[in-house]
């Protein structure tokens, strides 16, 4: 599976955002899970879905501080 980019998360909506990222986590701790019982045939899918964790929360912090700033202004 390929990484998640960055400038497709920008288009997408928060609550979508939202929805990939609790999915994302669930495929981890299955993940981690295949890993711990010696299960896990590609152990490079747990650096790239927690990249793309960290990418998903970066985009939805980055959504809140612009709503914070075009609050004030």
């Known amino acids: 599976m390929k990484p998640v980019k960055s400038d497709a998360l920008r288009n997408m909506k928060p609550g979508e955002i939202e ?13 981690r899970f295949q890993q711990v019982t010696g299960q896990l045939a590609d152990s490079s899918r747990l650096r790239v879905l927690k990249r793309d964790i960290a990418r998903m ?8 501080n612009a709503e914070v700033v075009e609050g004030e202004g």
């Not at 929805?19 to 993940?31: I, V, W």
């Not at 929360?57 to 809140?64: A, S």
């Open 19 to 31: 929805t990939k990222l609790t999915d994302a986590r669930e495929e981890l701790m299955k993940l």
């Open 57 to 64: 929360m970066t985009v939805l912090r980055e959504q809140g």
